[in-house]
């Protein structure tokens, strides 16, 4: 079961924040995070692993919160660059594949 | 370093004809992992091959397939094309492969038109 990603799409002006929800109802390991531009790869952001280790960009935040196995990915003073798809891939305790959500869309303007 | 490399880039193919699409891994990385992405399905997972061996595989049909190849590169074929399969499939290569935390780097895709 993939997880579930809010918001789908959101549309910010230059400097303003945003933060993107993933949510999963099964016991996680992991929670990757990727970003997509048009046409391109997804890139690796970060990721995040059970007992609390991050591995990622210095300019990206993220939280995972274990208890309830959903992570947050913290955009701050968005610049137009951050435009893209992001994705949350998890990695469940029984399950060596990610699964990933259907994507949110964020789109920064000038 | 070179990336993940896929190839071909574009393709269109027609219905029940069959398709093979290469990917070429990180050097030094030995798990190649395959996933379809469409507009209203997202990443799906189709299968993982490390060291040659098939480690993983997501809820497809049989009519999709894999294998990998000493050197590390993949090849995933599609037979009987069906317009549905119409998708970017993205590969991603890892050193360690899925599992435990190992990051996974997408290659560019290919873009699949069944018409």
Redesign the interface.
């Known amino acids: 079961q993939q997880p579930v990603q809010s918001p789908q799409a959101v549309i910010l002006r230059e400097g303003e924040d945003a933060v993107i929800n993933c949510s999963s109802s099964k016991a996680l390991y992991s929670v990757h995070w990727y970003r997509q531009k048009h046409g391109e790869a997804p890139v690796f952001l970060m990721i995040l692993l059970k007992g609390g280790e991050q591995k990622g960009h210095e300019k990206i935040s993220a939280s995972f919160n274990e208890k309830k196995q959903q992570s947050s990915l913290y955009l701050t003073a968005s610049q137009l660059s951050y435009s893209g798809t992001y994705f949350c891939g998890t990695e469940d305790t029984g399950r060596r594949a990610l699964t990933f959500g259907s994507g949110t869309r964020l789109q920064v303007q000038p | 370093k070179a990336?993940?490399t896929q190839t071909p880039r574009y393709l269109i193919k027609t219905r029940g004809q069959q398709v093979t699409l290469s990917c070429s891994p990180i050097s030094g990385h030995r798990s190649v992992?395959w996933?379809q992405q469409t507009p209203g399905?997202?990443?799906?997972?189709l299968f993982?091959y490390f060291s040659e061996t098939q480690?993983?595989k997501?809820n497809f049909p049989g009519r999709f397939s894999g294998r990998q190849f000493s050197n590390s590169r993949s090849e995933m074929n599609v037979s009987t094309l069906e317009l549905g399969d119409s998708a970017l499939y993205?590969c991603a290569s890892s050193f360690g492969?899925?599992?435990?935390?190992n990051?996974?780097?997408?290659?560019?895709?290919s873009w699949l038109t069944v018409v």
């Open positions: 990336g993940v992992s996933y399905q997202g990443l799906q997972f993982e480690r993983n997501g993205l492969g899925q599992g435990s935390g990051t996974i780097y997408f290659g560019e895709g």
